[in-house]
Nanobody
């Protein structure tokens, strides 16, 4: 069964940190470029971090210097380390394999209190 399971979200105070995980099954993670997206209430889903098959990373300006995306192909898992969190980071976070346009997980809620 092909699926993505995100975890690691929660409630944190501004300035705090969280580490999100995304475990993929049914796909070969190493064959996929992976993105972390987020969607806040009333807003469109946006790409916040991207990692290529070879490990090259790219970030949205709003999270650059605070978030780090990484991957462990052996564990079929992608991570998003989030530091110096701000209330505007509050959203549901999703991982997404760019080679599978319709494959999304349920996401994990991140709430940052001021």
């Amino acid at each position: 069964q092909v699926q993505l399971v995100e975890s690691g979200g929660g409630l944190v105070q501004a300035g705090g940190s969280l580490r999100l995980s995304c475990e993929a099954s049914g796909i070969i993670l190493s064959n996929n470029r992976m993105g972390w997206y987020r969607q806040a209430p009333g807003k469109q889903r946006e790409l916040v971090a991207f990692i290529s098959r070879s490990g090259i990373t790219n970030y949205a300006d709003s999270v650059k210097g605070r978030f780090t995306i990484s991957r462990d192909n052996a564990k079929s898992t992608v991570y998003l380390q989030m530091n110096s969190l701000k209330p505007e980071d509050t959203a549901v976070y999703y991982c997404h394999p760019e080679e599978h346009s319709g494959l999304w997980g349920l996401g994990t809620q991140v709430t940052v209190s001021s």
